[in-house]
């Protein structure tokens, strides 16, 4: 199987991992801002379940583009 990432694919690899790092930038915010007041413990659960998945999808693209080259 073919592990070169195209640049087409490459391209919008990087738009989406744009997208995911701004989304988790504004958990990690959001985050902060619930813990310093009263908020629900779910809400904030739920918060920071997402923000380590998004952590999970970043990480994974960037194995695709910057692939662990053993030299």
């Known amino acids: 199987m073919n592990d070169q990432v195209t640049k087409p694919d490459e391209v919008a690899a ?3 991992l744009a997208t995911l ?3 988790h ?3 990690d915010s959001a985050i902060a801002a619930l813990a310093e007041g009263t908020a629900d413990p779910l809400t904030l ?3 920071k379940k997402r923000k380590l998945q998004l952590k999970d999808e970043v990480t994974e693209i960037n194995n695709t583009l ?3 080259i053993i030299a």
């Open 21 to 23: 790092m701004q989304e």
């Open 25 to 27: 930038r504004d958990l």
């Open 45 to 47: 659960s739920r918060l």
């Open 14 to 16: 990087r738009a989406k």
């Open 66 to 68: 910057l692939p662990d």
